[in-house]
RNA sequence: GCGCCCGUAGCUCAGCGGACAGAGCGACGGCCUUCUAAGCCGUGGGUCGGAGGUUCGAAUCCUCCCGGGCGCACCA
């Protein structure tokens, strides 16, 4: 049995309409189990009434065997009642698939490479980094389930004008003078400034250590100063040119938005820009690490789409092996007020305040499970309160109440399951709408890996404990007629719970 | 001025071509001798920023307008 039933009756009703089919639940249960359009999409190049092509289909339809009762409605809907035997069967490849279920995707494996958070170490991550390190890492998850082979890598600048500043700043606090204008404050720049030597090896274990804590680990570190060495290799592939004692790149000519100094003038001083960095690091990422390269960058940085783009073509990179993902910027709401973060002024919110306040779960919760292009409000009150309110403690608790079903059913029973699953001769609605909301993961799983959008997990998740815990409060799991059935059904549920929570890299407590 | 993103219920946001638009919070009312009540059920609440257009069908696609956020450094 494949794992994804719904394709697989999409195929077969394909073969019948002779043309592509795809299945949707209607919202009103009237409406049958699953639905098609598919008449309405073929009336006008069939030059036949919508209705007429939908007829011919509801009686193709009827003769599959998964199909109970079907019948066209409306303008030309065709809508489709299935039998228990295909919710039997779709739950049955979903427990075969076990973790592996709406994994691998990936048409063709790729070798990526997410480059996320990559702010420069002069203080500490604050709350817009970790929604960058958060939807990144939600993004690597993805790929990496997708099939893909991915790393993650933390690029910061180690040279350039702000760590002058940061350093310049800690070096203040030595001599016990105040920052400069320009420069850092905060309490850990003083804390810094209590150890000799170059604060910057260990503004970067704290860092590391931050990120981390909130789940993610990095494959690798790029060092600016590193790559921007090796400009004048790359050089001959670049179109240059001199003005005003400074090197540009005619990237405007590919694509960008204007020319763009990659080495400055003597005057200021001569040295690359981070620009110079960007393309021989760009150059090695697609040269020979990685067959596509994905920047996790703040909206404020959208102009670098361009960029980016533009020094691929000029190095003959197709563009399209870059991605540059961009998300919105994150308020913090306290008591109804709200927290404006600015990273020079001290008063900034860190993550690791943030998750000494909410907890790493609902800290990353809370920074997925939204669009990463709509700016979010983030209630920390809320986020840190453990009740119901709260909906990763909801979702949480749907895996919770199933392990602990789990616990007390008979080992025998559970090892059995898969074989035992048939099931009954009446499925009773919250067990229908159990399984089709378990068959939708696949798709929607593939389709959040497409558009970089993990958002559509957590809001999957709500969904699915949402009717778990409708059937829990309508149906006896143990010791009911339908024991072996529902022991599967919960097993599977469990399962998908887990693996939504994983993606988004929420824990899933047996306990609670 | 040019460019990117966003305007959906009192608030925070899902939905992004389909049949009467959803969730959480907030407000109000029910349900625990039952596998975890961190649960379930119910009530109230929206001209989907506005105007045109495409389509059998638009919150969803296109154009324009209004409102908000962010960019347009020899900073990163």
């Keep these: 049995m494949p794992a994804d039933a719904v394709r697989v009756l999409e195929a077969a009703l394909a073969d019948a309409a002779g043309a592509e089919v795809a299945l949707e639940r209607p919202g009103d249960p009237s409406h049958g189990d699953y639905a098609t359009n598919v008449a309405l999409r073929l009336a006008g190049a069939r030059r036949q009434p919508p209705r007429t092509i939908a007829e011919e289909l509801v009686e193709k339809a009827l003769g599959l065997p998964a199909v109970e009762r079907a019948e066209v409605a409306g303008p030309g809907f065709v809508n489709l009642w299935l039998e228990p035997a295909w919710y039997g069967d779709a739950l049955a490849g979903i427990l075969a698939a076990g973790e592996h ?11 990526v490479q997410v480059e996320l958070v990559s702010a420069n170490p002069t203080g500490p991550i604050v709350v817009s980094a970790a929604r960058n390190g958060a939807y990144g890492d939600c993004v690597a998850r993805l790929l990496a389930f997708a099939g893909h082979e991915v790393e993650r890598e933390y690029y910061y600048n180690d040279a350039g004008t702000q760590m002058e500043r940061f350093r310049a700043s800690v070096e203040a606090a030595r001599r016990g003078e105040e920052a400069p204008d320009d420069g850092y ?5 003083a804390e810094l400034a209590a150890d000799p030597g170059d604060p910057v090896p260990e503004m970067l274990h704290r860092i590391e250590a931050s990120l981390e804590r909130f789940r993610i ?4 570190w790029a060092l600016q100063s590193e790559l921007e060495l090796r400009l004048p290799e790359f050089l001959p592939r670049l179109e240059t040119y001199e003005r005003d004692g400074a090197l540009w790149l005619r990237s405007g000519a590919y694509g960008d938005d204007k020319d763009q100094v990659v080495i400055r003038s003597a005057e200021k001083g001569g ?20 067959d596509r390269a994905i920047y996790v960058l703040g909206a404020d940085h959208h102009g670098t789409r361009n960029w980016y783009a533009a020094i691929a073509r000029m190095l003959g990179f197709d563009p399209g092996r870059v991605e540059v993902l961009l998300y919105q910027f994150v308020h913090l709401v306290r008591g109804g007020e709200t927290t404006k973060m600015s990273k020079r002024a001290g008063d900034l919110v860190t993550l690791d305040e943030l998750i000494d306040e909410v907890g790493v779960d609902a800290a990353r919760w809370y920074l997925v499970n939204r669009d990463h292009d709509q700016t979010i409000e983030i209630d920390v009150d809320l986020a840190a309160e453990k009740s119901r309110k709260n909906p990763v403690y909801y979702v949480q608790y749907a895996h919770a109440r199933i392990a602990s079903i789990l616990r007390n059913a008979e080992a025998s029973t559970v090892s059995a399951l898969s074989s035992e699953a048939e099931p009954p001769a009446e499925l009773a609605v919250e067990e229908r709408d159990l399984i089709k909301r378990l068959a939708e993961f696949p798709t929607l799983v593939a389709e959040a890996t497409e558009r970089r959008a993990p958002h559509a997990l957590p809001n999957y998740a709500i969904q699915l404990a949402d009717d778990f815990h409708r059937f829990y409060h309508e149906h006896k799991v143990l010791g009911s007629e339908a024991e072996p059935f529902r022991l599967a059904l919960v097993t599977a549920t469990q399962t998908v719970l887990a693996r939504s929570l994983d993606l988004v890299g929420v824990d899933a407590p047996d306990r609670m």
């Design 101 to 111: 279920y709406g994994g691998g995707s990936a048409a063709t494996p790729e070798r």
């Design 271 to 290: 040295l690359p820009t981070y620009r110079a960095a960007d393309i021989v690091y760009l150059a090695d990422k697609l040269g020979r690490r990685f």
């Design 217 to 220: 680990h990095f494959d690798s």
């Design 185 to 189: 404050r905060g309490a850990y720049v």
